[in-house]
Nanobody, 124 residues
Framework: QVQLVESGGGLVQPGGSLTLSCVAS????????ITWFRQAPGKQREGVGC?????WYSPSVEDRFVISPYPAKNTIYLKMNLLTPEDSGVYYC????????????????????WGQGTQVTVSS
């Protein structure tokens, strides 16, 4: 069964850091572009960043978030620093099983494999 499972979410204070994990089963992550999305209550799902031989990040996170693969564990991480309340939401990893991130990387409908999401809350 092809599956993505996120973990690592939680409550963190503003200015803090958090690392999310996305583990794949049923297929290997390493050949494919993997994208992180997030969705805040009442808002559309938005792209956070895409990792492949080419990387893209949303301007709102590009100086604070880093996506790092760990092929030996079939896992990809999202390291988030200097968190603000605006970073709160449910975070998802997704893949369309394409080799590279493209300019359309943040288009939700391009992806057919999604995790269930992990909640991140940034609050004092």
């Amino acid at each position: 069964q092809v599956q993505l499972v996120e973990s690592g979410g939680g409550l963190v204070q503003p200015g803090g850091s958090l690392t999310l994990s996305c583990v794949a089963s049923g297929f290997e992550l390493s050949p494919y572009a993997i994208t992180w999305f997030r969705q805040a209550p009442g808002k559309q799902r938005e792209g956070v960043g895409c990792h492949s031989n080419i990387q893209w990040y949303s301007p709102s996170v590009e100086d604070r978030f880093v996506i790092s693969p760990y092929p030996a564990k079939n896992t990809i991480y999202l390291k988030m620093n200097l968190l603000t309340p605006e970073d709160s939401g449910v975070y998802y990893c997704a893949t369309a099983r394409r080799a590279s991130c493209t300019r359309e990387w943040a288009t939700v409908l391009r992806y057919d494999i999604w995790g269930q999401g992990t909640q991140v809350t940034v609050s004092s």
